[in-house]
């Protein structure tokens, strides 16, 4: 037989019933080509109908997946690969995604269970390339085919970081909420009893001075030495409740002109009396002629409080703060805190004003400071960045609008 490829042969009337001619009727070759015109119109029609739906599937924002009747990818969105490069790709299975280092689904898996007629809602989370944790919301329903049947699957996923980030602080402003009002109750309970302490030390210290024949029995010789230290304690706690009364007032949000330094030295008031910063040595350059800025007192003083608390906590053992408050230009004021402590890494430095985004230790914080910090100052119009190096610590510089004289 000749190597040439043996054509199968074919006569015409079979040719006719494949295609569905009649030659009887125009002609054969004139109904092919009419058939051939027919079917490239309607392949034609058929990849511009392929293409419309496929701009309309990637206009939509959430990320969407259509699973065949084994729970393998058939299509997906631009969005996907956003959430997930590799999960879901074509051809991979649903496992990948929910269930990853499980041979096959389990019966809660949202694919398997729209794959059964339910109608699903769920939430997961991602860890992005840029190592931020995605919460995303899911929803898994059946498709159904011309028939009836439910033979696919469609997986909607929307991402709902921001939502569930402002819930989260949300719950955290209740709960801080709720310190501030205990604090302010125990504040007051403390407040009464040191004022009469204070006042009836103060009563004893005029009897001697009225009574000169006290001071003549060497028994009370040193009291009004102990007095006076009573006196002067007491009206220290008392200052020290009094700012934490202020501190934790409730703001209205209301704004006036506010003198920087006023509020900074009520907050080292309230810092320099705790027995951890006893070996950090807090240093102050603090320009006197300062112009005042139009802001929340409350406000701005959460943010140096956030900030020396960061400083704080940076710093192991001894250390320096050091606090400087200067105007840049008639029109902006600018406060530095610059810390001897151990510094951010250049791959947390980013991520630092992240909401729950902290580098510290379990009960150490919960990251919110300076994400609510970053929030304050660019309410009041101003901004803050930070220098760092790791080991030689780090440098926080805030600036805000002044009053116009």
Same mark, same amino acid.
């Given at each position: 037989?000749?190597?040439?490829?043996?054509?199968?042969?074919?006569?015409?009337?079979?040719?006719?019933?494949?295609?569905?001619?009649?030659?009887?009727?125009?002609?054969?070759?004139?109904?092919?080509?009419?058939?051939?015109?027919?079917?490239?119109?309607?392949?034609?029609?058929?990849?511009?109908?392929?293409?419309?739906?496929?701009?309309?599937?990637?206009?939509?924002?959430?990320?969407?997946?259509?699973?065949?009747?084994?729970?393998?990818?058939?299509?997906?969105?631009?969005?996907?690969?956003?959430?997930?490069?590799?999960?879901?790709?074509?051809?991979?299975?649903?496992?990948?995604?929910?269930?990853?280092?499980?041979?096959?689904?389990?019966?809660?898996?949202?694919?398997?269970?729209?794959?059964?007629?339910?109608?699903?809602?769920? #939430?997961?989370? @991602?860890?992005? !390339?840029? +190592?931020? /944790?995605?919460?995303? *919301? =899911?929803?898994?329903?059946?498709? &159904?085919?011309?028939?009836?049947?439910?033979?696919?699957?469609?997986?909607?996923?929307?991402?709902?970081?921001?939502?569930?980030?402002?819930?989260?602080?949300?719950?955290?402003?209740?709960?801080?909420?709720?310190?501030?009002?205990?604090?302010?109750?125990?504040?007051?309970?403390?407040?009464?009893?040191?004022?009469?302490?204070?006042?009836?030390?103060?009563?004893?210290?005029?009897?001697?001075?009225?009574?000169?024949?006290?001071?003549?029995?060497?028994?009370?010789?040193?009291?009004?030495?102990?007095?006076?230290?009573?006196?002067?304690?007491?009206?220290?706690?008392?200052?020290?409740?009094?700012?934490?009364?202020?501190? #934790?007032?409730? @703001?209205?949000? !209301?704004? +006036?002109? /506010?003198?920087?330094? *006023? =509020?900074?030295?009520?907050?080292? &008031?309230?810092?320099?009396?705790?027995?951890?910063?006893?070996?950090?040595?807090?240093?102050?350059?603090?320009?006197?002629?300062?112009?005042?800025?139009?802001?929340?007192?409350?406000?701005?003083?959460?943010?140096?409080?956030?900030?020396?608390?960061?400083?704080?906590?940076?710093?192991?053992?001894?250390?320096?703060?050091?606090?400087?408050?200067?105007?840049?230009?008639?029109?902006?004021?600018?406060?530095?805190?610059?810390?001897?402590?151990?510094?951010?890494?250049?791959?947390?430095?980013?991520?630092?004003?992240?909401?729950?985004?902290?580098?510290?230790?379990?009960?150490?914080?919960?990251?919110?400071?300076?994400?609510?910090?970053?929030?304050?100052?660019?309410?009041? +119009?101003?901004?803050?960045?930070?220098?760092?190096?790791?080991?030689?610590?780090?440098?926080?510089?805030?600036?805000?609008?002044?009053?116009?004289?």
């Amino acid at each position: 037989m000749s190597k040439v490829a043996v054509r199968t042969k074919m006569d015409e009337s079979s040719l006719e019933r494949l295609l569905g001619l009649d030659s009887s009727k125009i002609g054969f070759y004139a109904e092919v080509k009419q058939k051939i015109h027919e079917l490239e119109a309607a392949n034609l029609g058929l990849r511009s109908k392929s293409s419309e739906l496929q701009a309309m599937f990637d206009s939509i924002s959430d990320g969407v997946i259509v699973y065949d009747t084994s729970g393998l990818v058939q299509h997906r969105n631009h969005i996907c690969p956003h959430y997930f490069p590799q999960e879901t790709l074509p051809g991979c299975s649903c496992s990948e995604l929910f269930h990853s280092g499980q041979e096959s689904a389990p019966a809660d898996c949202p694919v398997e269970r729209a794959l059964a007629g339910e109608r699903v809602e769920t #939430s997961i989370t @991602s860890l992005h !390339s840029d +190592g931020k /944790v995605r919460y995303l *919301d =899911v929803t898994a329903t059946p498709i &159904e085919d011309s028939k009836g049947e439910q033979n696919r699957a469609l997986l909607f996923l929307r991402d709902v970081t921001g939502k569930r980030q402002q819930e989260m602080q949300l719950v955290q402003a209740e709960k801080l909420s709720s310190i501030g009002v205990l604090a302010a109750g125990v504040a007051h309970e403390i407040n009464n009893p040191l004022s009469s302490v204070a006042g009836y030390a103060e009563a004893l210290l005029r009897r001697f001075n009225e009574e000169r024949g006290l001071l003549d029995d060497p028994r009370l010789e040193a009291f009004p030495k102990y007095l006076q230290v009573i006196v002067r304690e007491s009206y220290r706690c008392k200052g020290i409740i009094d700012g934490l009364l202020s501190f #934790s007032r409730k @703001s209205d949000g !209301s704004v +006036g002109n /506010v003198n920087i330094n *006023d =509020v900074l030295n009520e907050v080292l &008031e309230l810092v320099r009396y705790k027995s951890s910063y006893e070996k950090i040595e807090i240093q102050t350059c603090l320009q006197s002629d300062l112009p005042d800025v139009i802001a929340d007192p409350n406000g701005l003083r959460q943010v140096f409080m956030n900030l020396l608390i960061n400083a704080h906590q940076a710093i192991s053992g001894a250390g320096v703060v050091e606090i400087t408050t200067k105007t840049v230009r008639p029109s902006l004021v600018m406060f530095q805190i610059r810390d001897s402590g151990c510094g951010i890494s250049k791959e947390a430095i980013d991520q630092i004003w992240d909401p729950f985004f902290t580098t510290k230790d379990v009960g150490q914080g919960l990251g919110l400071g300076l994400a609510v910090t970053y929030n304050i100052v660019k309410r009041l +119009g101003g901004d803050i960045h930070v220098e760092s190096q790791v080991g030689k610590g780090s440098k926080f510089t805030v600036r805000i609008p002044a009053c116009q004289k």
